[in-house]
C-alpha cells in the first residue's frame, strides 16, 4: 500500500551545487542550490530566487560558476546556502573558500571543491535559469588512472529534501546502457 503526500518537491537524489559569480564590485560570492540538473546536451538548469545576491550578480555579468559540493568541504557547502551574499558580503571567507578567476568564463572557480562546471547565461526566465556548460575542471586529485572524474575520490554530496540531510554517494551498484540487456 502506499501513502500520499501531496505535491512536494521530494526528488532523490538532489546533488548539492555550489553556484559562483562576481558582483559589480568583481567580489566573488557564491550559494548553495539543490534546486538544478542538466537541460540538454550542453546546458544546465537552475531556480534561483531573484532576491538572491547569486541572481542580481547572474543577470548582471551573464556567467556563473557551478562546483559540486563535497563531504569534506559539507560544512563550508551548508554555510554559503545559510548565510545571504546581499548581507554578508565576506561570506566565502568565513566559509573558507578561497577563489581563482575562470580562463572561460567571468565567474569564479571555487578552489576547495575540486569540480567545477563553468557556464554562461543562456536565458533567464523568472527564477528559472539556462546556462551553457563551456568547460568542466577536475583537480587531478579526483582523477582516476584513465584520466576521468572517480567518484568516490571526489566524495559528492547530495540533498535530501524530506529530512533536510546531506547523504554521501554509496557504491556503484549496476552498469549503465548495460545491466538491462539482459531483458531484451
Known amino acids: 500500500m ?3 503526500f501531496g505535491s512536494k518537491t521530494w526528488m532523490y537524489p538532489l546533488p548539492v551545487l555550489i553556484i559562483g559569480t562576481y558582483d559589480e564590485e568583481g567580489r566573488a560570492n557564491a550559494m548553495n542550490a539543490a534546486w538544478g540538473g542538466i537541460h540538454n546536451d550542453d546546458t544546465v538548469c537552475l ?3 531573484r532576491d538572491h545576491k547569486t541572481m542580481k550578480n547572474l543577470l548582471k555579468r551573464k556567467a556563473l560558476t557551478i562546483s559540486f559540493g563535497t563531504e569534506s568541504m559539507l560544512k563550508s557547502c551548508d554555510f554559503v546556502g545559510i548565510v545571504s551574499g546581499n548581507n554578508a558580503p565576506d561570506k566565502l571567507e568565513k566559509a573558507g573558500f578561497t577563489v ?3 580562463r572561460f568564463v567571468d565567474a569564479p572557480v571555487i578552489n576547495e571543491l575540486p569540480m567545477c ?3 554562461e547565461l543562456v536565458k533567464a ?3 528559472n535559469i539556462v ?12 582523477l ?3 584520466g576521468l572524474v572517480d567518484y568516490k575520490k571526489l566524495r559528492p554530496i547530495t540533498y535530501d529534501s524530506v529530512r533536510h540531510n546531506y547523504i554521501a554517494l554509496g557504491n556503484v551498484v549496476g ?3 548495460s545491466d538491462g540487456k539482459e531483458l531484451k
Do not use: H, T, W
Open 175 to 177: 552498469k549503465a546502457f
Open 100 to 102: 581563482s578567476k575562470s
Open 144 to 146: 582516476a588512472p584513465d
Open 47 to 49: 531556480c534561483i530566487s
Open 117 to 119: 562546471m563553468e557556464c
Open 2 to 4: 502506499r501513502k500520499d
Open 125 to 127: 526566465d523568472g527564477e
Open 131 to 142: 546556462a551553457r556548460i563551456v568547460n568542466v575542471s577536475a583537480d587531478e586529485s579526483v
